[in-house]
């Protein structure tokens, strides 16, 4: 794959049409990757004036989302992205979104278009959620408390929910995770449980108002990384046990199987150290641990981000291979699908 990359996000349609994201070069210029499946081969597309992509969303309706950063032009040197699909190829679509905003997520289906990230201050940050109506994008009321921190993903269900994660800096918060959903018209703030330390949570998959799941880490007061994994039945998050431990869990989907498949980094390299990127999958009631294989043993490659191809049991992956490139430590743009 691209040399000097890391893809962020990908999103699947069905089996011959996925969308993946990233940035390249981060050393020197960043320039985006944005890449096509057709169902033989990716693709690649080339976009004027973007140095980064974080996010990317697609839908059966043929309506797809990508989000990012442009160049220099506000006092943090990088501009708010948005961008959909047209008839004529993708366009800029950023009216609405306030200068110094830093989009990480997006997530569209049916007439919904969420966009998530966050809004740095001096000494803090403040999440942002806007919502597409049509022409620009705009806060909707969301009924929750000012918190500080950001997003770092967000899903729209099939019945128009929406959950939204990300970490809180509120200092009145025991735990900093941060959870948001849409639910029958009205937003709601959710609280973590059995958590103590920090919290940061990096990804959420929505089936209904009354199934989700929100991964991510459990920064504990012992200075050890415990996986946390959320699942929502419709009424609280209940916290579930994993059979990792000192990991960071990225990324959360579910197949069309009802498995869901959950990828890790492994913080201290001590646990996994030869086996390569860990991915867990639960099914009937159990859940069981595998890995994407590392090809260099520089370091463990990492897979940031999950997709299931609807209609099936496949599960595309994206990140990066960390390896030597001569004299340096270089990302290698990964994508991968379990078989």
Known sequence: MTANARYEDVAAVNSTLAWAVGSEGETGAPREVLIRWNGTAWRRTDLPGVIRLTGVSADATNRAWIVGQAGPGDPWGESPYAGRLTASGWA????????GAVPTAVATRGSTTILVGYRPAVYTAFPVLLQWNGSRWESPPLNAPKNEGGFNDVAVAGDGSVFAVGAGNDTQSE???LILSRRGGRWHTHRIVSASGRVDLFGVWGGSAKEAWAVGVNHGNDYVDTPLVLRW????WRRMSVPLKDVQLLSVTRDSTGAVW???RDRGQRDIPLLGAPVLRYAAGAWSVHYFPRTYPARAPELDDLAAVPGSSRVWGVGSQPRLHGSLLKNFGLVAVNR
């Open 233 to 236: 039945d419709g009424t609280a």
């Open 92 to 99: 800029p679509a950023t009216n609405g979104i306030a200068p």
């Open 175 to 177: 735990s900093g995770g």
């Open 262 to 264: 959950v990828s890790a």
